[in-house]
Each structure stands twice: as C-alpha cells, then as structure tokens.
DNA sequence: GTCTATATTCCGATAGAC
DNA sequence: GTCTATCGGAATATAGAC
C-alpha cells in the first residue's frame, strides 16, 4: 500500500474540510448563532460525520477559536519583537496589520466578542502560552524619549492607541459609513487610505514639543 | 376613578420590566444568544407574558435595539453639531464619550456586533432618521487647515481616528490585557488615563509641521 | 468512514383556566 | 393581565446499517 509522502498533513481529508466549514460559520455568526446542519451542508457531509470526528459542537468550536488564536498572535509578535527602529518598526506593524485585517473583516470582531462572552475559558484554555513580548518595544520608547527624539508618551499607551487605529475601523465600518454619510463605494475608497493616513497621524503624535 | 398623572409613563409596569430584561440581556448576549426563559426569570415574570405585550423574540429584540441606537446617537449629535471652537470640540468630545462608554463597555460591542450581522435589516429599519450632520465638523477642520493651525488632514479620517481611540480600549479590554501582560487592576489604571491620553495625543497628532 | 433514521433536549409560541 | 400546561419545530446528539 503506498502512502502519499509530502502533502501537506490530511489536505482535503473529510476532517479537514469539517474544520474548515467549521471555521467559516463560527467566525461570521459566532457559537450560538452557528448551527450544525448549516456546518455539514458546507463541508458537503453528512451531520453525524462532524460528531463522528469532533465529539460536540463545544469541541468543534474549541477547536476552531484555538486555530484562530493560534494564528493571529504570532504575526503581531513578529513585528513587535524585532530589533528594527522605532519609527521603521511603527510604519512596519501599521502597514501589515492594516493590510491583514482589511483582508479578514471577521477575526477581529469574532475573537473580541467570544473574549468578552467567556472571558475565564479563554484565560484559562484558550490563550497561546507564547505571548507577544512587549518588553523591547517599552525599552525603545523610552530610549527615543529620553533622547528627545519623540515626546514623552507611556509606551503601553501608544500601543493602544496604534491597534485601536488599524482595527476598529475596520470593525465599526458599516458604523462610521452610517456616521459619515458614505456610499459603501466612497468608504472602501476611504479605508483603502488608512494605512497613510494612521502612519502619518502617530508618527505626528510622536513629535517631541 | 382617579389616574396617576405626573408619573414617568408606566414607571414599574409588566412591560417596562419585560423591556428592562430584555434590554440587559439582549445587550449582554446577541439575539442568538438570548433565550426567552431567561428574560422572562429576570423580569420576575412568566414566559407567556413576554409574548402577550410583544408578540415574539423578534419583536422583543427589535423593540431594544431601536432603543438603544435611540439613545446612543443623539449623544454624539450634540458634541458633533455644536459650534464649540474645533479644539475645545474635540476635547469635550473625548471626555464625554469615553465618559459614556466607560459605564457602559457592552452597548457598543452589541451595535457593532448586531450591526455585522443583519447590514441591510439594520440601514433599513433600525437606523434613526435623525442622523448627526459632520459638515460642521468638516467646515471646522478646513479652516483651521486653512489658517494653519493644525497640519492638513481629511476631517473624515480624523472622526475615525477618534473614535477608535475612544471606543476600541474598552472593547479589546480583555485582549489588550493580554497582549500588555497586566493585570485587571493595573488594566483598570490604564482605562482610566485614556480621556487625558487620548485627548493629548490627538492634538499632538493635529500640530502643524 | 459514511450514511439514514431516530432519540433527546431545548426553545419559541399558543391554549385555556383564573 | 397573569398563570400553568402543552404543542410543534428545531437543533444536538446517538444508533445502527452499509
């Protein structure tokens, strides 16, 4: 019996694609809002398969928020623990995370309602156990700020602020287009702008006195 | 038969405890995540009464979220239309927005939330006729650009600038804790700096070159 | 491993007594 | 107006044939 060698671990195995079905539906309408039939219908199986590989809909769902987890704090440790320059660093984390999230509109809002829905079970269950080292960038920023290269600003802080200015437009959207008074045309034109114009408005807010 | 007359309308009436409950727990939880058991032990009611003064969930949630869009909109009209000189605008606008949303972290995760998953219902029956008018706003912001008193910026985006700022903290709470490694008590310290934080870094982020 | 059929639980909604 | 009891459907989960 031959054995395919170098594929990619069980590609379009049965489980595969329940995870991948899965996936889908639970990041758009969340645990409650998810239902199995509508999970087997996209996998193209049959409803007792998804219980036949994963045990429950709890499971399966766990399975889908680790994956998600998994997957979404490594790149933010990528740019935020290398040793580039402060400014270079900022416009850097700016430029992919903008350019990640406006390809993926529903992770975002996904991970932060079902953190705020079971806070404990993700602390305790969930969150990766590599997190993102913000050490090096305080260290930078305080460095840039005692030289007088920028003006004093608390580094977590300005980390806050940064991440709030790449995701939360994203989130708010059909929001800010309400509030706006924006065709959906004009506001995708608009977000197309966002990574300029956040550069520009933190580094500006970083101008030493 | 005598009525009471200066009484708010129907102060502790069924339907105003049936509305109360709902309120809390539609917010807390999503239309999917609600159950109508749930409301009715909360109101100190029966199940069938919540059908009796609203004729289904639907009705129920529906009654809700035009309350709450009701209310949160005109809050930002205010601030919004006013003809406060633009950098005393801005400042009013931070303090009495993060103001509002640090008592109240859950409505504008439910708005964004409900608002991703029903667009089209929402632009169509729930959005308020009274929209806030930016072209104040708008004009404001060209004339000081004009007058060189801020550095050149496209006043939509810098709408968008600031409510991200204000709002998106307190809905990533649970994550930037995470992210930032601190705990529930330092995370609070730092919720609590955002008006002063916020409201600096913003005009930082408007001074002319 | 995959399917059909069925058991079981849950939930929204209604009927009907008071 | 308010309650108890119950219906009917939907959704999760399991049994059992293939």
Do not use: W
């Not at 219980?51 to 399966?60: A, F, G, M, P, W």
């Not at 889908?64 to 402060?86: D, G, H, N």
């Not at 200015?165 to 924006?182: D, S, T």
Request: charged share 25%.
């Amino acid at each position: 019996m031959d054995k395919k060698e170098n594929t990619t671990p069980d590609q379009d195995s049965t489980e595969q694609k329940i995870f991948d079905a899965a996936h889908e539906i639970f990041t758009q309408k969340g645990m409650d809002g998810a239902k199995m039939q509508e999970i087997a219908d996209k996998a193209g199986i049959n409803k007792a398969l998804l219980h036949y590989y994963y045990r429950s809909k709890e499971k399966l769902y766990e399975a889908v928020v680790k994956a998600v987890m998994a997957k979404a704090l490594p790149t933010v440790r990528q740019v935020i623990e290398s040793e580039l320059p402060l400014e270079e660093k900022i416009t850097r984390f700016i430029d992919f995370y903008i350019g990640l999230i406006s390809k993926n509109t529903v992770i975002p809002l996904f991970i932060i309602s079902e953190i705020n829905k079971h806070p404990d079970h993700f602390f305790e269950n969930v969150m990766p156990k590599q997190l993102p080292q913000p050490e090096i960038f305080f260290r930078q920023v305080q460095e840039e700020v005692a030289a007088g290269r920028i003006r004093p600003v608390d580094p977590r802080h300005l980390i806050i602020h940064i991440i709030s200015l790449c995701i939360f437009p994203f989130l708010g959207k059909p929001l800010m287009r309400m509030l706006l008074g924006l065709s959906p045309e004009e506001m995708k034109k608009l977000l197309d702008q966002r990574k300029q114009e956040v550069t520009s408005f933190v580094l500006a807010g970083l101008k030493p006195l």
